[in-house]
């Protein structure tokens, strides 16, 4: 079996990773089919509150291809499942400081359930962007140098 491990690399660059946490996802049958063939996209997704309750918005688990008619609808909003104190934190900081909760990663644990890493979140300026460029161009050079010594 293989391991099923989607990353949204593009939150690392846009945002600066303050708090992370690893949430369950409230998820239909053929969407876990369609996760376990690693058909989804994280790109443009985030987290928001409806009333105490945490859901995922923008993330697209394609249609599972053997699907009947009953099958799920790509974009639709998912609740996200952690426990109260944890929401209750996350809500907190949302509201008072202007962060927001962005996905990293979609994964699926040892017991064959679908899990959701989420982070508290900072958005980046376009100069900070352009020094963590910057800053990996730099560590790249040096690993091949290293390399070829």
């Given at each position: 079996?293989?391991?099923?491990?989607?990353?949204?690399?593009?939150?690392?660059?846009?945002?600066?990773?303050?708090?992370?946490?690893?949430?369950?996802?409230?998820?239909?049958?053929?969407e876990v089919k369609?996760?376990?063939?690693?058909?989804?996209?994280?790109?443009?997704?985030?987290?928001?509150?409806?009333?105490?309750?945490?859901?995922v918005k923008g993330?697209?688990?394609?249609?599972?291809?053997?699907?009947?008619?009953?099958?799920?609808?790509?974009?639709?909003?998912?609740?996200?499942?952690?426990?109260?104190?944890?929401?209750?934190?996350?809500?907190r900081k949302v509201?008072?400081?202007?962060?927001?909760?962005?996905?990293?990663?979609?994964?699926?644990?040892?017991?064959?359930?679908?899990?959701?890493?989420?982070?508290?979140?900072?958005?980046?300026?376009?100069?900070?962007?352009?020094?963590?460029?910057?800053?990996?161009?730099?560590?790249?050079?040096?690993?091949?140098?290293?390399?070829?010594?």
């Open positions: 079996m293989q391991k099923i491990n989607i990353r949204n690399k593009k939150a690392y660059h846009d945002y600066e990773i303050i708090d992370k946490y690893t949430a369950g996802i409230k998820l239909q049958g053929t369609s996760i376990r063939l690693g058909k989804v996209s994280l790109v443009e997704s985030y987290c928001f509150f409806e009333g105490n309750e945490l859901f993330m697209q688990i394609s249609e599972y291809a053997w699907a009947s008619y009953n099958s799920h609808t790509p974009g639709r909003e998912r609740k996200l499942l952690l426990n109260r104190l944890e929401l209750k934190k996350l809500h509201k008072e400081t202007g962060l927001t909760i962005v996905t990293l990663g979609l994964f699926i644990n040892e017991k064959g359930l679908v899990k959701l890493d989420i982070a508290l979140a900072k958005g980046k300026k376009e100069y900070d962007k352009r020094e963590s460029i910057k800053l990996k161009d730099t560590k790249r050079s040096m690993d091949r140098i290293g390399k070829i010594k």
